[in-house]
């Protein structure tokens, strides 16, 4: 019981503390102070108080789909053990469940985006889609790997087994790889830099943004809410590959967990300082070499 409501706690009060640590971390890259570290948790409170502009060309689509969005990402992160402990939810084969919850919010965004009759909201829609036809096998492969190790096709023992050391002679080179391709997968599903850059407005290399234009208010405010528990959820299944730690004390583990999700978020800050977005021609490349990686990481397992 105590487990499972740290790990709510966690899931509904960190997202977005992760984007305030990556707005951050790009500001002292550039030389400048940049906004506080719990800036986008003023930006939800004043966007919850303010109205909402609807376009009378809209549909029901276009005011349910960011709740049907957040509440896919909210229920996708019960899925996800936290440190060394299991998650709230699991069962036989909820790895489906958990990369389909992403693309049910995935359908509900993009056509929200087609419910406004935009041609320039339908164009970054079909840039979304597009992309993840592309980031999603790297995630079956790699959920792969998890499964061959652990012996499960439970998200549970899967992520957990790296940390347990139930394997015997633990293929570290396996792992890296599938933590590179599922790193890769995290920027392409988030927007960030290469492959988006979530700071931009009105261009024509968007591909998110452009999708949540005439989003307004409260609304606006899930949509944004959205996004970060959908980096922090992501973050979660990267950081169980990348740095499996169990200590035995719980407080440790869930410090760790947490310095670990604020470890990534760090990261990404990093890569968004010292790269360029791509051109939209290249990204197809990124997310192909993910999945080239992912699938290497599982060859190397039938050696």
Known sequence: MINGLIHLLLLV????????????????????????????????ARLMRKGMVISTATTWIFQAAPVVALAAVGLAGLLVPFGRFGSPIHFTGDLVLFAYLFGLARFFMTAAALDTGSAFEGMGASREVTFACFAE??????????AKLSGSISL????????????????????????AGLFVVLLAENCRIPVDDPNTHLELTMIHEVMVLDHSGPLFGLILYGAALKLFVLSAVLLHILLPFQTGWMILDYAMFAAGILGIAVGIGVVESVMARLQLRHVPTLLLAACLLCGFGFLLLLR
């Open 13 to 44: 009060v960190m997202p977005p503390l992760s984007l305030g640590v990556i707005n951050k971390t790009k500001a002292l890259f550039a030389g400048r102070v940049g906004p506080p570290v719990l800036q986008l948790y003023y930006d939800l």
């Open 137 to 146: 096998p790297a995630i079956f492969l790699a959920f792969l790997v998890l």
């Open 156 to 179: 549970t023992p899967m992520l957990l087994t790296p940390a347990t050391g139930a394997v015997v002679g633990l293929p570290v080179a396996s792992l890296a790889l599938v933590g």
